[in-house]
């Protein structure tokens, strides 16, 4: 009797374990199922999105910088080609470079319309402190300035990018006395620090120490230190009174500075290019 129960309680467990193994899967994928279903669920992700930038060392930003600046026409003065504004979207973008205006007007973290021309100010001053720049040099503001935010754009990789302002003195004053006056600069919209400057001043050349300006312009910009540029060919400015240098970026890539002077209309310059 002990057995026959035995049998008949091994022969139930069996049929049991049958029935939860067919059964089972299913009934655990729906009360699985039920916990997901019609329900919202939000999950950050990191994305590459439009505008994005990734944090890029100050070697870096310079050469992309320099790279977008020559592939349009460089601003400066009368001695340079006036600017050409290429209006697009990133979506439109061709080549490898490329410098837009920025539509879609400062991000939270960038110097405001409202901010520019105060932190213009406190770069000239740091430049003064410096020994870059004379102290004579005036200030700017709204009045005589135009200030438009750019975007300099890695076009293959659009999240390397580096938005910049450029400042300039407003063309109804060109004719105008410009003694002492800054013409034009670009001005990093993260920091405020001045990649590029053409200034009228008293200066002269042999009042210029080049390496000394350039070694201090260096330090401010947070780059690493330069190497001095040699070349033979005469025709690379247009005024006998330059320097050139060299800052190099981890991967390699470079970015040429120059530091010069026109005589008669005593105009002192810093400018990148490739």
Known sequence: MKKYILNLSLLALTGIVVILSIWGPEALATYKDRGVLDQIRTQEEETGGEGYRYQLSSNEKLYILSQCLNSQSVPGTEQSSQTKEIEASYQELTGTYAFVINHNGPSGQEITDEEIYETANEGLLALKDLGILPDAVREVNSDSYEATLYSAIDVPEPRNNVAVWKLSLLGSLQNANKENRLLDAYIDADNGKIYEFYVRSQLKWEDIDPDALVGAWSGYMGLTAPEAYETENP???????????????????????????????????????K
């Open 235 to 273: 025709l690379l400015e247009t005024t006998p009174y330059y320097k050139k240098y060299v800052f190099s970026t981890p991967g390699g890539d470079r970015t040429v500075v120059t530091v010069g002077f026109y005589e008669g209309i005593d105009e002192l310059f810093l400018k990148i290019s």
